[in-house]
């Protein structure tokens, strides 16, 4: 299982897209789980919004395919209760408000039934990868936490088993790693770090090499200075240029940074200047992940 994670407008949805439709061109079954109901994953393979139930949205010709589905703590509740004898009323209990009224009594217990099926998908062996796309790098971090703060707090029954079951999930690092993703500008980076030394710290998670999105292709030549073309057109590509080089060099400057701070392997994805994406799009992000996973160290993919 692998958990993409990252500050809110960073591109970790398009991550975990272009994540699962590299796995599938290796001939992989992959299944993508949103947990908050929010992301364009599926419409990211031109399939429109994803269900509770499981759907099929891209089919390599190597055999591998990617599956997505929406994983709701409300949904998750009811499927709990239906295995604990609790079918009849468990829909009933979940519209009419329960799991808020035991949420509030018990914080992280929502994060808890979302995690558990998760567990229950990866030990069943619902796909040969599970991605997840974690919310934005704050409530990551709560929702990660989660576990072991109920390990804690409910020393015993069945709260603190399944609890303790998915901790022993989380931190095994050959179970579950956490791939977070930045832009290469100073807010991002900075929460970066700090999620990925408070996963690490706190949690016990294992990370994978970070992703940074939204770099911007190095053209030769570019140095800032002005064109040799004939006026007008001079200075308008004097501007581009000059703009196009001053933020080839923050973007470098954020990226030395980062490997500074945080020594980890970095995967970059270029940045894409035709808006809005299109599988297509997904489809050459797989191949830039493929070619920078290629090129990674053999101890750092093991």
Request: proline share 4%; glycine share 8%; charged share 20%.
């Given at each position: 299982?692998?958990?993409?994670?990252?500050?809110?407008?960073?591109?970790?949805?398009?991550?975990?897209?272009?994540?699962?439709?590299?796995?599938?061109?290796?001939?992989?079954?992959?299944?993508?789980?949103?947990?908050?109901?929010?992301?364009?994953?599926?419409?990211?393979?031109?399939?429109?919004?994803?269900?509770?139930?499981?759907?099929?949205?891209?089919?390599?010709?190597?055999?591998?395919?990617?599956?997505?589905?929406?994983?709701?703590?409300?949904?998750?509740?009811v499927?709990?209760?239906?295995?604990?004898?609790?079918?009849?009323?468990?829909?009933?209990?979940?519209?009419?408000?329960?799991?808020?009224v035991?949420?509030?009594?018990?914080?992280?217990?929502k994060?808890?039934?979302?995690?558990?099926?998760?567990?229950?998908?990866?030990?069943?062996?619902?796909?040969?990868?599970?991605?997840?796309?974690?919310?934005?790098?704050?409530?990551?971090?709560?929702?990660?936490?989660?576990?072991?703060?109920?390990?804690?707090?409910?020393?015993?029954?069945?709260?603190?088993?399944q609890?303790?079951?998915?901790?022993?999930?989380?931190?095994?690092?050959?179970?579950?790693?956490?791939?977070?993703?930045?832009l290469?500008?100073?807010?991002p980076?900075?929460?970066?770090v700090?999620?990925?030394?408070?996963?690490?710290?706190?949690?016990?998670?294992?990370?994978?090499?970070?992703?940074?999105?939204?770099?911007?292709?190095?053209?030769?030549?570019?140095?800032?200075?002005?064109?040799?073309?004939?006026?007008?057109?001079?200075?308008?590509?004097?501007?581009?240029?000059?703009?196009?080089?001053?933020?080839?060099?923050?973007?470098?400057?954020?990226?030395?940074?980062?490997?500074?701070?945080?020594?980890?392997?970095?995967?970059?994805?270029?940045?894409?200047?035709?808006?809005?994406?299109?599988?297509?799009?997904?489809?050459?992000?797989?191949?830039?992940?493929?070619?920078?996973?290629?090129?990674?160290?053999?101890?750092?993919?093991?």
């Open positions: 299982m692998v958990i993409v994670a990252g500050k809110g407008g960073v591109g970790k949805t398009v991550v975990t897209a272009s994540l699962a439709r590299a796995a599938a061109s290796l001939g992989l079954q992959v299944l993508m789980i949103d947990v908050q109901g929010r992301s364009s994953l599926g419409r990211l393979f031109d399939d429109g919004e994803l269900t509770y139930e499981t759907q099929e949205l891209f089919r390599h010709a190597s055999g591998g395919t990617v599956t997505g589905r929406v994983l709701s703590p409300d949904e998750a509740l499927e709990w209760l239906e295995d604990h004898g609790m079918k009849r009323v468990a829909r009933r209990m979940a519209k009419t408000g329960v799991l808020e035991v949420a509030t009594a018990t914080p992280g217990i994060d808890l039934l979302v995690l558990a099926k998760v567990k229950q998908l990866e030990r069943a062996g619902a796909a040969d990868l599970i991605l997840i796309d974690a919310p934005a790098a704050g409530h990551a971090i709560t929702f990660m936490q989660a576990p072991a703060s109920l390990v804690e707090t409910a020393r015993v029954g069945a709260i603190n088993r609890a303790q079951d998915v901790l022993d999930m989380l931190s095994d690092r050959t179970r579950c790693r956490v791939i977070l993703v930045t290469p500008e100073e807010t980076v900075n929460e970066l700090e999620t990925a030394f408070a996963l690490e710290d706190e949690v016990g998670l294992a990370l994978a090499p970070v992703v940074v999105n939204g770099v911007y292709p190095v053209l030769d030549g570019l140095d800032g200075s002005a064109p040799q073309v004939a006026e007008p057109a001079a200075t308008d590509l004097a501007v581009a240029g000059s703009l196009r080089h001053r933020r080839q060099t923050l973007q470098s400057e954020q990226t030395a940074r980062l490997a500074a701070e945080l020594p980890l392997p970095q995967l970059v994805l270029s940045h894409r200047f035709d808006g809005m994406l299109e599988p297509a799009d997904i489809a050459d992000m797989a191949e830039e992940l493929l070619s920078g996973i290629a090129a990674l160290p053999d101890q750092v993919i093991a």
